[in-house]
């Protein structure tokens, strides 16, 4: 995989040093360009494009990011059953689109997603039974259920927040933000503070001082979308903006750390190289497939929408 090898090209003799970018500096930039085009995109999808615009955003990141999460245990030597993953990712964001969005039609998305997961299961017996030469019969049906669950079931629950209430594109927007929040505090906090490392064994480059630091911005992002959008964001109080940003903070950081481990037990480092500066969609929203429901259901139990 380009860029993963971990290998330093040396500068020719001739070269000036100087011209060579450092490759910190180099992926920064990288990182914040792709940070702007990404955020025009999401703005576009959620507030600016017809709503069928979210639907197909939502099935093409999730069904690129669960490829990209099989094409990880491949790495590590494991068979998955891609294709079927891919097609049950989009049966499970379809079902949600078509039937959540009418209230009086809740009950068939709960039991939609039931059927979704029971002919998935089944189907991945069905893959199953004409293998004659997998080995790794288990594993293969393990982690192609795994990973239908992980990505495509966790990130599903932004379709379903979109219609928890009249009001949900904004509390995508307050999930973004909270969720993104924490990975840029965490890195400006860490970066010039980090001293005590938090799980060097998953995630070497992670402090305290920079979750801290990821969770205080996760708070702060809570309260400025608070603070843009006070009609839309109008029952989320003072108490309910400092409780979400700290649960978004805190699961944002569990999630980064859930995907940092799959892929170092996988010796990867990108999920992919789709997106420069960000590795793959995996990468993009490791986080969000824990804050997402958690959001979701403080907003249906807290909230009560």
Same mark, same amino acid.
């Given at each position: 995989? #380009?860029g993963n ?5 040396p500068v020719p ?9 450092p490759?910190?500096?180099?992926g920064?930039?990288?990182?914040l360009?792709?940070s ?7 703005l ?5 494009? #017809? ?6 955003? !939502?099935n093409v990141v999730?069904?690129?990011? !669960?490829w ?6 491949e790495?590590?030597g494991?068979?998955t059953y ?11 964001v379809?079902g ?32 199953q039974? #004409?293998?004659?030469?997998n080995?790794q019969?288990?594993e293969? *049906?393990?982690v ?14 932004i379709t379903?927040?979109?219609f928890?209430?009249?009001h949900?594109r904004?509390?995508? *927007?307050?999930?973004?933000v909270a969720?993104?929040?924490t990975? /840029?505090?965490?890195?400006? !906090?860490?970066s010039?503070m980090?001293r005590?490392k938090?799980?060097p064994?998953?995630?070497p480059?992670?402090?305290w001082?920079?979750?801290?630091g ?6 702060g992002?809570?309260?400025l979308?608070r603070?843009?959008?006070? !009609?839309? *964001?109008?029952?989320?109080?003072n108490?309910?903006? /400092?409780?979400?940003?700290?649960l978004?903070?805190v ?7 859930a995907?940092?481990?799959i892929?170092r ?9 789709i997106? #420069? ?6 990468? /993009? ?7 997402a ?5 403080? /907003?249906r139990?807290?909230?009560r929408?």
């Amino acid at each position: 995989m #380009p860029g993963n090898s971990g290998v330093v090209t040396p500068v020719p003799a001739d070269q000036p040093a100087a011209t060579t970018l450092p490759a910190s500096r180099s992926g920064f930039l990288w990182r914040l360009v792709s940070s702007i085009v990404l955020w025009g995109i999401m703005l576009s999808v959620i507030f600016w494009l #017809p709503p069928t615009a979210l639907y197909i955003f !939502v099935n093409v990141v999730l069904a690129r990011a !669960v490829w990209e999460f099989y094409r990880i245990c491949e790495a590590k030597g494991l068979r998955t059953y891609k294709v079927w993953g891919v097609i049950g990712t989009l049966a499970l964001v379809s079902g949600s689109w078509f039937f959540y969005r009418q209230p009086q039609r809740l009950q068939l998305s709960y039991d939609f997603d039931i059927l979704i997961l029971l002919v998935f299961a089944l189907g991945v017996f069905i893959r199953q039974f #004409p293998q004659k030469l997998n080995p790794q019969g288990i594993e293969t *049906m393990a982690v192609t259920l795994f990973g239908l669950m992980y990505v495509a079931w966790l990130g599903n629950f932004i379709t379903r927040i979109n219609f928890a209430s009249p009001h949900g594109r904004y509390f995508i *927007m307050l999930l973004v933000v909270a969720t993104k929040f924490t990975d /840029m505090g965490a890195y400006l !906090v860490g970066s010039t503070m980090g001293r005590h490392k938090l799980i060097p064994r998953i995630s070497p480059k992670k402090t305290w001082e920079g979750t801290i630091g990821g969770i205080v911005f996760a708070v702060g992002g809570a309260f400025l979308c608070r603070w843009v959008m006070p !009609v839309e *964001m109008a029952q989320l109080t003072n108490v309910h903006a /400092m409780i979400v940003g700290l649960l978004l903070g805190v699961a944002a950081v569990i999630g980064d750390l859930a995907e940092s481990l799959i892929k170092r037990e996988a010796g990867v480092k990108d999920s992919s190289t789709i997106l #420069p500066g960000h590795g793959g969609c995996l990468d /993009m929203i490791d986080s969000l497939l824990f804050t997402a429901p958690l959001l979701y259901v403080y /907003m249906r139990l807290v909230l009560r929408w």
